[in-house]
């Protein structure tokens, strides 16, 4: 592996060995990047299969000839991968988090409160359907009322129609259509909020994407070309090579006594310098990840809700609706007579109309088209979570990740590291 190392960081490879090994491990990056970039760009970015492909082999040829050609782009390629432990680093995955809660649990959501408009539709439909019948009850009922008081009453008293007409069932198709069209008109307006979110988000998210891998690029150069052009940048590790010089020139003990200034790369001390922005970082992730809680939190509630209401209008029970008609038809004999002879009136009962009827009105049908409450998906929420400790891991993983950037460095332009290790033990022995 150091030899390898040793060929994939020179400048200009010796020999034809040489070459072809860097070719191999200049084409092998490729397949691996490029295979990355397409699942990257297809599955998480949701680009076309078609402009994936493009893109991807286009990058991985470019990615191959400027890896084999230019030897500071490999130190910068070589960069990238610790610097995504980085500030960088974290973006993209929070991106990634991102993505993953507007495609997964967005849609969830949206779905849940849809089950619950369409139980909604649901009790609206069944109760008119009821009302508009217990109208064919009242209509029944009246034409046999009338009915009776026509047989009752004597033709000299007899009205000349006694029936009751309801004209209101008639309308009923009426009612049905408005009901059809404001329910079509809320899964419409539903349909185009979904739509508008999801895609509003997923050019946020590509547009953040592409940033962050510019910046990630641009963050390795500008590492790079501090670390050509300044001395004093990122120099206080106790190197390898400082301690060789040190021990030329008979400048041991700076280091022992410079030890709490200095940084041994290879250790697992941290600095305060150096803890100070992990746990400001920390903060920054602990909010994001109260958001994402919002989001999860807001999609059991949704699924609690849509499933609460789904069984309890299964459970609706069936309202009876009893109507009772007592109805006594009597005649008075010659009132007056009776009145002044101080008697009580006689009065001839001609017909009696005591009936009852019974009626049923339904809240809910087997007939509703409801579909059943979306559960939150148990996979979606460990890969959210697993994506957050390592958020927070990479958070405290940054120093190291810079520690890293320096090594790297440091092999690919040894005479500079050289000219550092002198420049800081100069500044030391001063």
């Known amino acids: 592996m150091a030899d390898l190392w040793w060929i994939y960081s020179k400048p200009v490879p010796a020999d034809g060995r040489e070459l072809w090994t860097l070719f191999l491990q200049c084409s ?16 998480s970015l949701e680009y076309s299969w078609h402009l994936s492909v493009a893109t991807s082999v286009s990058f991985s040829l470019l990615l191959f000839l400027t890896l084999l050609l230019v030897h500071p782009a490999r130190c910068v390629f070589s960069m990238i991968m610790p610097t995504l432990g980085t500030k960088q680093g974290r973006k993209l995955l929070f991106s990634t988090c991102i ?19 369409q139980v909604i539709k649901c009790i609206c439909k069944n109760s008119s359907d009821s009302l508009l019948n217990s109208t064919a009850l009242l209509d029944r009922v009246s034409w046999e009322f009338g009915d009776a008081i026509q047989e009752t009453i004597p033709s000299i008293y007899k009205p000349r129609n006694g029936h009751f007409r309801f004209s209101l069932l008639h309308n009923s198709s009426l009612i049905y259509q408005k009901m059809h069209l404001a329910g079509e008109k809320i899964s419409r ?26 910046y990630l690029c641009f963050e390795s150069t500008w590492y790079l070309k501090n670390y050509l052009t300044d001395l004093r940048f990122d120099n206080f590790y106790i190197t390898k090579k400082l301690e060789r010089l040190a021990m030329d020139r008979r400048a041991a003990h700076l280091l022992v006594g410079s030890s709490k200034k200095l940084l041994r790369p290879t250790g697992l001390k941290l600095s305060w310098e150096e803890v100070t922005p992990c746990l400001v970082q920390a903060m920054l992730v602990t909010v994001a990840l109260m958001l994402m809680l919002v989001v999860v939190a807001m999609d ?9 209401v789904v069984t309890k209008a299964a459970q609706l029970s069936v309202v009876p609706v009893t109507l009772s008609i007592k109805y006594k038809v009597e005649i008075g004999i010659v009132p007056f007579v009776f009145k002044i ?6 009065e001839l009962q001609l017909g009696d109309f005591n009936r009852t009827y019974h009626h049923h009105l339904s809240f809910s049908s087997a007939r509703c088209g409801i579909s059943p409450p979306s559960p939150p998906s148990p996979s979606v929420l460990l890969v959210l979570g697993l994506l957050l400790c390592i958020l927070y891991g990479a958070v405290f993983l940054e120093p190291f990740s810079r520690r890293l950037c320096r090594e790297v460095a440091a092999s690919f332009f040894q005479s500079r590291e050289e000219r550092r290790a ?9």
Request: net charge positive.
């Open 189 to 214: 307006d539903f349909s185009s909020v979904e739509v508008l979110v999801k895609d509003s988000i997923r050019v946020a998210n590509r547009l953040a994407a592409g940033f962050s891998m510019l």
């Open 28 to 43: 092998c990056i490729t397949v691996v990047i490029g295979g990355l970039f397409y699942n990257w760009m297809f599955a």
């Open 99 to 117: 993505m993953i809660a507007v495609v997964n649990i967005t849609p969830n959501i949206i779905s849940n409160i849809k089950t619950i408009l």
């Open 300 to 308: 059991h509630f949704a699924f609690s809700v849509a499933d609460t």
């Open 341 to 346: 002879f101080w008697s009580p009136s006689q």
């Open 422 to 430: 002198l420049y800081l033990l100069g500044k030391l022995c001063r």
